[in-house]
């Protein structure tokens, strides 16, 4: 099982970066979805979330109205659109995926991040 991010870069503030989680191995149908980053010396945090249930998305206020996150269950890909990017949101991005029953705070798969860099 895989989850491999691609689509991170450097961009200037105020611009725009489309990230990509193509999942492998097995169907994640019935995952949550979610986006998670990390930035240099601080702790990894949530983004945003795509939840099988319901398709409720949801976005930590850092980001909300600039980000969105979606999915192709299809094509087992989830998508994070990240429109007027500031100097914070530099980060390495990863994706990962909980089976929708998991009573567990911990998520099942990771994939192993993509950088973006965003400059003032």
């Known amino acids: 099982v895989q989850l491999q991010a691609s689509g991170g870069g450097l961009v200037q503030a105020g611009g725009s970066l489309r990230l990509s989680c193509a999942a492998s191995g097995r169907s994640f149908s019935t995952y949550n979805m979610a986006w998670f980053r990390q930035a240099p010396g601080k702790e990894r945090e949530f983004v945003a979330v795509f939840t099988y249930r319901g398709r409720k998305t949801v976005y930590a206020d850092s980001v909300k109205d600039r980000f969105t996150i979606s999915r192709d269950t299809g094509k087992n890909m989830v998508f994070l659109q990240m429109n007027d990017l500031k100097p914070e949101d530099t980060a390495v991005y990863y994706c990962?995926?909980?089976?929708?029953?998991?009573?567990?705070?911990?998520?099942?798969?990771w994939g192993p991040g993509t950088q973006v860099t965003v400059s003032s």
């Open positions: 990962a995926a909980k089976h929708f029953a998991s009573s567990s705070g911990e998520y099942d798969y």
